[in-house]
Nanobody, 130 residues
Framework: QPQLMESGGGSVQAGGSLRLSCVAS????????MGWFRQAPGKEREGVAA????????YYADSVKGRFTISQESANKTLYLQMNSLKPEDSAMYYC???????????????????????WGQGTQVTVSF
């Protein structure tokens, strides 16, 4: 049974940094799409960053380009999201998600890409204060 487990959320002041981690287990295929989404109260779940486990194009939401970096450590099946220069508007519950490789494409072309992902972590809260 595929599972995703996030860690690393917390509370920081604006301008600070956090690193989120997501450990994947139980995936039969080694090639798939993994990404980070976030959801603030009253808002849609939005894609933040995503990548193919075998490399290639990386997606970033315009709002985080230049501040967030997604990366993976294949040996440990761990996905990371390094978040720098955090802003109060980055405050949200952050979720790790995984799906077949085809799902990454949705982040570039769909307004609600989250609906394409079947596997989700439990979420980790990020709060950025002024």
């Amino acid at each position: 049974q595929p599972q995703l487990m996030e860690s690393g959320g917390g509370s920081v002041q604006a301008g600070g940094s956090l690193r989120l981690s997501c450990v994947a287990s139980g995936f039969a295929d080694s090639n798939y799409c993994m990404g980070w989404f976030r959801q603030a109260p009253g808002k849609e779940r939005e894609g933040v960053a995503a990548m193919y486990t075998y490399g290639g194009n990386i997606y970033y939401a315009d709002s985080v380009k230049g501040r967030f970096t997604i990366s993976q450590e294949s040996a440990n099946k761990t996905l990371y999201l390094q978040m720098n220069s955090l802003k109060p508007e980055d405050s949200a519950m952050y979720y790790c998600a995984a799906e077949g490789a085809w799902a990454c494409h949705a982040l570039w072309v769909e307004s609600t890409p989250a609906r394409n992902f079947r596997h989700w972590g439990q979420g980790t809260q990020v709060t950025v204060s002024f």
